[in-house]
């Protein structure tokens, strides 16, 4: 795992939404949802070694690349992270995040916990939401319903997801995705609350705010 230096600019205009959560839990259905339904909401799309699953495209929900592809990107620092997860890389594209940003717009990163937190010693302002499952009993049923991987790789899922439930308390938001609609709610929620913050509104309306005189007011997020 590794991170890049921090950019040299962290007030940037755009917000950063950072979602986490053990494989099973709808953390990617959530997140598409969401973009459907919100169209200030961009996607930012991580690099990993793994396969394409079901429908999954290049470009779409993954840059797909081999190992050497993806060593070469970390020897060339293009990662604000990476991380090994279940025994494939992934890792986040620092220019994609910056650029996006920088011009304003709203990214949702999906990506691990170990990740997540790495983003945030990054970028300030990010926000971090975890999923979690409303039992373990559903989060295994879950994933033995989507029939992607074999009943040693589902134990192995498992297995992981205690440790990585463990550090949701590490999150700003915690969402339980025990009915897809109401988690898809308190989602829209959070983004929307957060882009009302006095920060948050106060970086995206410079010549308002100063035009009443609040220059320099509330720095504090």
Do not use: C
């Not at 060339?76 to 494939?88: G, I, P, S």
């Not at 940003?101 to 971090?128: C, P, S």
């Amino acid at each position: 795992m590794s991170e890049s230096p921090l950019p040299a600019e962290s007030n940037y205009p755009g917000n950063l939404y950072v979602v986490a959560a053990p494989s099973g839990t709808g953390k990617s259905s959530l997140v598409k949802a969401l973009m459907e339904l919100d169209s200030r909401v961009s996607p930012s799309v991580s690099h990993t070694t793994r396969a394409p699953r079901g429908q999954e495209k290049e470009g779409r929900e993954y840059h797909f690349v081999d190992q050497a592809h993806f060593d070469a990107l970390v020897a060339e620092n293009a990662f604000l992270e990476w991380a090994k997860v279940h025994n494939n890389a992934y890792g986040t594209s620092r220019q994609a995040i910056d650029d996006q940003i920088a011009k304003g717009t709203d990214v949702v990163l999906e990506i691990d916990y170990q990740g997540a937190l790495q983003i945030k010693r990054i970028y300030k302002n990010a926000v971090l939401i975890f999923i979690l499952p409303p039992s373990w009993e559903e989060l295994r049923s879950r994933l033995e319903r989507r029939a992607e991987d074999s009943d040693e790789v589902i134990e192995v899922r498992l297995a992981n997801a205690r440790h990585e439930i463990a550090q949701a308390q590490h999150f700003h938001y915690v969402i339980i995705n025990e009915l897809f609609d109401r988690a898809l709610f308190d989602l829209k929620a959070i983004v929307h609350a957060h882009r009302l913050k006095y920060a948050v509104q106060r970086r995206m309306h410079v010549d308002t705010f100063d035009g009443l005189g609040l220059t320099g007011v509330g720095e504090a997020e």
